[in-house]
């Protein structure tokens, strides 16, 4: 079928080429010749022939050990369908597990499909600060106006989404289930969104269960969050911003979500002795429950990931919107933490803040005026 349809196409480029005296049919004939469909079984296969098919179905695929599902460099426009299970081999190893760069690319998954990480072969409890080197999840690095939607995922090996150097992507009704490293020595540092240096995207109706980060953004503007579960992590955070080599976080909407039985809620940290900014950020109708460290939290001393105690001044967080941020702490949990260097901190509007349960902090400090802690 396929090759029947390139010969045509060979026979019509010949047929031009003696019509025409001039011509130049490689770009079109190119397109042309793209097979409407592929459906691989293999991940070598299907990396080869990337570019050859407009609609890549990766089916039931095993992907070896120690290798990335190599979806980058796509042609404009293409789609790629995740179906049935997709499998990884053990190794040891930084990943990515899966990698999709491109423009204008669709990425979803087919109905009762399953990206099974396999992630209990490496979890210790270490997750991505010792013990077995672990292979990061999906790399959406370089994507630009693209979607990845109805994504069913299960036990990552340790961080999820990597998303950077993005510009235009939505990420819709994605599904992280990692609720089964819940256990001594399980999974650490599964972060589900990572954003860096992106600009424009869209992360909607995300289901999360894991055991850090729902959302962590080290840099990027124009950023939105919206209609998000997330259970068992760390909470909804900016940061830690500073210290890398693209330090702003400028425009952020987090809305519409709940946040249960994770350690945070709602979290912005900055890096100690650095410098970069964090302006422009709203976290709306934000519902809290069984959160068993800090409700909201947010302070500007972190460094090597701990907080020092000491803030510095040099990434100011300006522009910062909390409005029906509601719902409880656990008894032991702090419901609101504000640690800001001395004039560092400005323009807040908090309306509607309402965070319940625990033992008010005595060590607030460099606490805006529109805030209370
Ligand atoms: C703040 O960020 C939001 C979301 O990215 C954006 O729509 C809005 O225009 C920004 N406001 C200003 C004053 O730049
Ligand atoms: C907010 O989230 C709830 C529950 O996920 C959903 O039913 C509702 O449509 C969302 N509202 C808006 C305005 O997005």
Known sequence: MVSARIAALVLGAGALVAAAPAPTPTQPAKLQDRAASCTFTDAAVASK????????????????????????????????????????????WEGPLISVSGTKITVKGASGHVIDGNGAKWWDGEGSNGGKTKPKFFYAHSLKQSTISNLNVKNTPVQGFSINSATDLVLDHITIDNSAGDITDGGHNTDAFDVGSSSGITISNANIKNQDDCLAINSGTNIHFVDGTCSGGHGLSIGSVGGRSDNTVDGVVIENSTITNSQNGVRIKTVYDATGKVNNVTYKDITLSGITKYG???????????????????????????????????????????????????????????????KASTECSGVPSGASC
């Open 49 to 92: 022939s990337k570019t050859a098919c407009s609609t890549i179905v990766l089916s039931n695929i095993a992907v070896p050990s120690g290798t990335t599902l190599d979806m980058t460099k796509l042609n404009d426009g293409t789609t790629v369908i995740f179906e049935g299970t997709t499998s990884f081999g053990y190794k040891e």
């Open 296 to 358: 909201v939290v947010i302070e500007q001393d972190y460094e090597n990931g701990s907080p020092t105690g000491t803030p510095t001044t040099g990434v100011p967080i300006t522009d910062l919107t909390l409005s029906g941020v509601k719902g409880s702490v656990s008894s032991s949990a702090t419901p609101i933490y504000i640690l800001c260097g001395t004039g560092s901190c400005s323009d807040w509007t908090w309306s509607n803040v309402a965070v319940t349960g625990g």
